[in-house]
């Protein structure tokens, strides 16, 4: 079977700094697609937003996460993590405090993400997810880019 | 020539905290593939382990990476980088006080890689290597999709 | 329309810490390689220089970003974020102060990244950009591995 694609993107709204589980959603989609083997490719489409994996089971692990990485880029500005230097404010806040935390979470994290598609699925780990992963305090209409390559059904 | 892909497992035992080199298999896989030109995905299928390139030389370059991960995601928990707060312990420790610094040093890191692969080897920098990073304080049994997209020598 | 693919390697001087902005470039060898619809492939062919999509607009998103890694991996050594440890140095620093530090922060972003490509172009969010982040005090002689793969125009 020659190799094919599809593209499309998704439309995720967020209610606050936190996670948003895609993968059902991803999988949904690839089943639409009818690409049975492959790779998913994603892309968020924004600078203050990222794509991570993490697990799907205990909902404490996205509270530690999240309060996390809020304390590793604080809306209050930083200091060196040797302690050799004072605290610094952010340049940009155009969009208040937390505009420029979110920009610095994005680049610490991930913007894309590519996945292998089996058997017309997502080939994930048992305790795996895909998240979204808003780092504005307050919610927002984001875009996933989502991309197949690979091989459909020869049944269909 | 046609794309076609070739999806494979790798099961890797790691020992401890650190790095396993996955470069050679990797290579090695392609060989058998009969890949010579395309892009290689990798995905580690867990959340507690990532996947990283980084120098292929002197092995303090690791050491240090370790040592720096570990302190800025430290078992005791964690507080402000601004020191502007409390020190705060994980929630999720199910798994012991190494957890949830797992979960988070993955998070820092990177789940999935893609590589280029040219002459049917991975085209790399001189000083690059494909480490699997495993994050648990003992070792696990772990494994990465790899999953290669590209053309066929035509001489076989 | 089959699928097809096109490689090459961009040579970027950078001139110190900072960003170069590579999606223009980008879109033009995309132009080039006629490829209207798939994805592109990058991998940073380095160890302390790496790849990342942030803000277009104002600079001064640049300069925090900047002073945030610099001051999350100083050069000067790192201590845990919880305070609960001494300062250490590190052992890897053949090349100098900027040498270790410089693998870090490549191993907290990202060496390769992956996009979609429509219309013959980059898909990206309207305040994305895709930067080379060279993280070495001085600048370098930089590679970045491009690969696309996808389908060409059928009027060509």
């Known amino acids: 079977m020659p190799l ?9 709204v967020t209610t606050g700094e936190g996670f948003t589980d895609l993968t059902a959603q991803l ?3 690839i089943a639409s697609s009818r690409i049975k083997r492959g790779v998913l490719h994603l892309t968020a ?3 203050s937003c990222s794509l ?3 697990e799907n089971a205990d909902p404490r692990v996205l509270t530690d996460l999240s309060a996390y990485l809020k304390a590793l880029v604080p809306e209050e500005g930083f200091r ?3 302690g050799l230097g004072e605290r610094r404010s952010y340049l940009h806040d155009d ?5 420029m935390p979110a920009h610095i979470r994005t680049a610490l994290t991930c913007s894309t993400l590519s996945l292998s598609i089996d058997q017309g699925r997502l080939l994930l780990g048992i305790w795996q997810a895909i998240y ?5 305090r307050h919610g927002s209409h984001r875009r996933v880019a989502i991309h ?7 049944h269909e």
Do not use: F, K, V, Y
């Open 4 to 12: 094919q694609q599809a593209l499309h993107q998704l439309e995720i």
């Open 27 to 29: 999988n949904h989609w």
């Open 45 to 47: 489409l924004h600078t």
């Open 52 to 54: 991570t994996i993490n």
């Open 80 to 82: 060196p993590i040797n």
């Open 95 to 99: 969009e208040g405090p937390d505009d």
């Open 132 to 136: 979204l992963w808003e780092h504005r």
């Open 148 to 154: 197949a390559i690979g091989e459909m059904n020869s």
